[in-house]
């Protein structure tokens, strides 16, 4: 079983949100480069894997996609995947002011 979450927040940059969520639960995040999703940080641990990622992502006509475009309000993604649902994780997070939870899928 894989529990995922989806956050967003148009408060923070994803750089912001990034020392934020760091700070808020201890771990560290590294910013990835991707053709398909642009800059995106990414934290990652034996417990969950934590990505922040814009929505506006370049796209190939040099107009902005959005990643998620179901959550077009939200400037910033943040994305959860853990093996089990980790409910102190996500009452940790949404403690963090601007950051609205979005959806959650169980796989």
């Known amino acids: 079983m894989t529990d995922h979450h989806t956050y967003g927040t148009s408060t923070h940059t ?6 934020l969520v ?13 053709d398909y999703r642009g800059v995106y940080h990414l934290g990652d641990n034996p417990k969950a894997r934590i990505e922040i990622q814009p929505n506006p992502i370049p796209g190939d006509d040099g107009e902005d996609d959005l990643y998620a475009p179901e959550h077009s309000s939200a400037q910033v993604l943040l994305l ?3 093996s089990t649902p980790d409910p102190s994780l996500h009452t940790r997070l949404r403690s963090l002011e601007g950051l609205i939870h979005l959806n959650h899928e169980t796989c």
């Not at 994803?14 to 020392?19: K, V």
């Not at 760091?22 to 991707?34: A, C, K």
């Open 22 to 34: 760091s700070d808020r639960i201890g771990l560290v995040f590294t910013e990835r480069d991707s």
């Open 14 to 19: 994803a750089d912001e949100l990034a020392r």
């Open 80 to 82: 959860t995947t853990t």
